[in-house]
């Protein structure tokens, strides 16, 4: 299912550590619906602003993939209203100065974004 011009709800429930522990990340229509708020407010801005392709690490976890990670309890990654991209330098500044969020946090060699 195609979220925005250049990102699909594929690729925001892709999961090696889900693969590998035989986790099926399960996702709910409202949760769909916030993934997609997320590409089109914040995502899609950026790879147009960049004009280069995005490498999603983590988007939607569903409760038990987050806790294999060792995600927050409360995390926005289980609502769908958050993703983490490979740090570039220039992402994070424009998305401070520029795109709408709620949290920003440069992790060092990835930057997470929710909305």
């Known amino acids: 299912m195609q979220l925005t011009e250049h990102f699909t709800l594929e690729e925001m429930l892709r999961s090696d550590t889900a693969t590998k522990k035989g986790i099926e990340n399960r996702i709910t229509a409202e949760e769909v619906d916030n993934l997609q708020r997320l590409c089109q407010k914040v995502l ?55 795109l709408p969020h709620t949290e920003l946090i440069n992790e060092g060699s990835w930057i997470h974004i929710a909305l």
Do not use: M, W
């Open 44 to 98: 899609e801005p950026l790879r147009q602003h960049f004009g280069k392709p995005i490498r999603i690490n983590s988007g939607f976890r569903c409760k038990a993939l987050n806790d294999a990670v060792g995600g927050a309890k409360n995390s926005y990654h289980t609502k769908g209203r958050a993703a983490d991209i490979p740090f570039v330098p220039g992402y994070y500044a424009y998305i401070r100065d520029h």
